[in-house]
């Protein structure tokens, strides 16, 4: 037999019809309930008022706080509010109290909130969070297996225009594959010198970079126009963790060299700083020995990739039992007749959609998961519509 559940109002309810009868005293009653008979005679008394609305539960909030701002002193914070709307709460309470020093004001806190209950604080705009992947986790067991990209910091030249320099190591080798001064770091200029490698390098498996521009954005999997170039030649592009350059921390010790043997000081035009990096670049591969390779230099350890740059890009190919849409000009897809946004980087290409449970898609950009398709939510959004367009 199962316990039985029994609420306050159903006991207080039958208190009160026990006590009509007159069969048992009030101790008798308040020793049955469990309850003093100062309870019992108050639920009595509120009864006998008020009927059986007297026995529901009453809010204990106080009727007035001993702590509660004056309100003089709130239409004296809201008037100063007005006058000096973008004011915050700490310079109003400043401006109160050179004007009425005798007043004892509340902290800056409680003049925030006394602004926040009366709408006077705009809301901010709730920014877009993008998930990250994490910690890579690829090992560097091989010459081209993965690739460190980055940008080593801005620095004017003499001449006071100012030189990106973009380096490009193998992770296994330390072998500098490339360090070219850009006057920005547009994928336009980019993307030109990333070409020149691949075709004189072959391609690797990976490029690991930070999540800054040309390499990554703000869009589904941090794709930028630079890394779709890469997946579709075949490339994979891995990110280190927001604010953990130690994850690639073989390329950052790069750069600190670098930068002492180029940079300080910086020579007096880009062409002549690009010839800086040029021999920099030689004596490092060459004959610099590395601590990390038992004392050998990293063109040693180093041999191109066996993956040649295509002359043309290959097209994105999936599984048969992916489902295949193209992305429009707008960025999105249509999927059961609705319209699904994915991401203006894929304009013009395919993306694949493999369905891992009942409704449950995960889309794909070739080897690349860019997220998850729930086509439980587009058919509460459709019933949603439906309801308001009746109601209208």
Request: aromatic share 8%; glycine share 8%.
């Given at each position: 037999?199962?316990?039985?559940?029994?609420?306050?109002?159903?006991?207080?309810?039958?208190?009160?019809?026990?006590?009509?009868?007159?069969?048992q005293?009030?101790?008798?009653?308040?020793?049955?309930?469990?309850?003093?008979?100062?309870?019992?005679?108050?639920?009595?008394?509120?009864?006998?008022?008020?009927?059986?609305?007297?026995?529901?539960?009453?809010?204990?909030?106080?009727?007035?706080?001993?702590?509660?701002?004056?309100?003089?002193?709130?239409?004296?914070?809201?008037?100063?509010?007005h006058?000096h709307?973008?004011?915050?709460?700490?310079?109003?309470?400043a401006?109160?109290?050179?004007?009425?020093?005798?007043?004892?004001?509340?902290?800056?806190?409680?003049?925030?909130?006394?602004?926040?209950?009366?709408?006077?604080?705009?809301?901010?705009?709730?920014?877009?969070?993008?998930?990250?992947?994490?910690?890579?986790?690829?090992?560097m067991?091989?010459?081209n297996?993965?690739?460190c990209?980055?940008?080593k910091?801005?620095f004017?030249?003499?001449?006071?225009?100012?030189?990106?320099?973009?380096?490009?190591?193998?992770?296994?080798?330390?072998?500098?594959?490339?360090?070219?001064?850009l006057?920005?770091?547009?994928?336009?200029?980019?993307q030109?010198?990333?070409?020149?490698l691949?075709?004189?390098?072959?391609?690797?498996?990976?490029?690991?970079?930070?999540?800054?521009?040309?390499?990554?954005?703000?869009?589904l999997?941090?794709?930028?126009?630079?890394?779709?170039?890469?997946?579709r030649?075949?490339?994979?592009?891995?990110?280190?963790?927001?604010?953990?350059p130690?994850?690639?921390?073989?390329h950052e010790?790069?750069?600190r060299?670098?930068?002492?043997?180029?940079?300080?000081?910086?020579?007096?035009?880009?062409?002549?700083?690009?010839?800086?990096?040029?021999g920099?670049?030689?004596?490092?591969?060459?004959?610099?020995?590395?601590?990390?390779?038992?004392?050998?230099?990293?063109?040693?350890?180093?041999?191109?990739?066996?993956?040649?740059?295509?002359?043309?890009?290959p097209?994105l190919?999936?599984?048969?039992?992916?489902?295949?849409?193209?992305?429009?000009?707008?960025?999105g897809?249509?999927?059961n007749?609705?319209?699904?946004?994915v991401?203006?980087?894929?304009v013009?290409?395919?993306?694949g959609l493999?369905?891992?449970?009942?409704?449950?898609?995960?889309?794909?950009?070739?080897?690349?998961?860019?997220?998850?398709?729930?086509?439980?939510?587009?058919?509460?959004?459709?019933?949603?519509?439906?309801?308001?367009?009746?109601?209208?």
């Amino acid at each position: 037999m199962p316990w039985r559940n029994t609420a306050p109002m159903d006991q207080r309810t039958q208190f009160i019809a026990d006590h009509l009868r007159e069969t048992q005293t009030i101790t008798e009653l308040c020793d049955r309930y469990g309850v003093s008979r100062k309870t019992g005679y108050k639920w009595i008394d509120r009864y006998l008022r008020l009927g059986p609305a007297g026995l529901e539960e009453r809010s204990r909030r106080p009727h007035r706080a001993p702590n509660q701002t004056a309100d003089e002193i709130v239409a004296a914070l809201l008037e100063a509010r007005h006058r000096h709307p973008v004011w915050g709460g700490k310079k109003l309470r400043a401006l109160l109290q050179r004007r009425h020093p005798r007043w004892t004001l509340p902290g800056r806190s409680t003049v925030c909130d006394i602004l926040s209950r009366h709408g006077l604080v705009p809301t901010r705009r709730q920014r877009r969070r993008i998930g990250h992947p994490g910690k890579p986790t690829t090992i560097m067991a091989a010459p081209n297996a993965v690739w460190c990209a980055d940008y080593k910091g801005q620095f004017k030249t003499g001449d006071g225009r100012y030189c990106y320099p973009l380096t490009v190591t193998d992770g296994f080798s330390r072998y500098l594959l490339g360090c070219q001064g850009l006057s920005s770091t547009t994928v336009a200029e980019a993307q030109p010198v990333f070409t020149r490698l691949f075709k004189e390098y072959g391609l690797p498996l990976r490029i690991r970079t930070d999540n800054g521009v040309p390499f990554a954005t703000t869009t589904l999997a941090r794709l930028s126009k630079l890394s779709a170039w890469w997946v579709r030649l075949g490339i994979l592009p891995e990110f280190i963790e927001p604010g953990r350059p130690d994850q690639n921390g073989r390329h950052e010790r790069m750069h600190r060299t670098l930068t002492a043997a180029t940079t300080r000081p910086a020579a007096g035009s880009l062409g002549a700083q690009q010839r800086r990096f040029n021999g920099f670049r030689e004596e490092v591969n060459h004959e610099r020995p590395h601590e990390a390779l038992d004392q050998q230099t990293p063109a040693t350890c180093y041999h191109q990739s066996p993956r040649p740059m295509p002359d043309r890009l290959p097209p994105l190919e999936y599984p048969d039992r992916f489902e295949v849409r193209y992305v429009s000009a707008n960025g999105g897809i249509r999927w059961n007749r609705r319209w699904v946004n994915v991401s203006t980087v894929c304009v013009g290409e395919y993306v694949g959609l493999e369905e891992i449970d009942d409704g449950i898609w995960n889309v794909y950009f070739g080897p690349l998961r860019l997220g998850r398709l729930l086509e439980r939510h587009m058919r509460i959004e459709d019933a949603y519509g439906r309801l308001r367009r009746r109601h209208v």
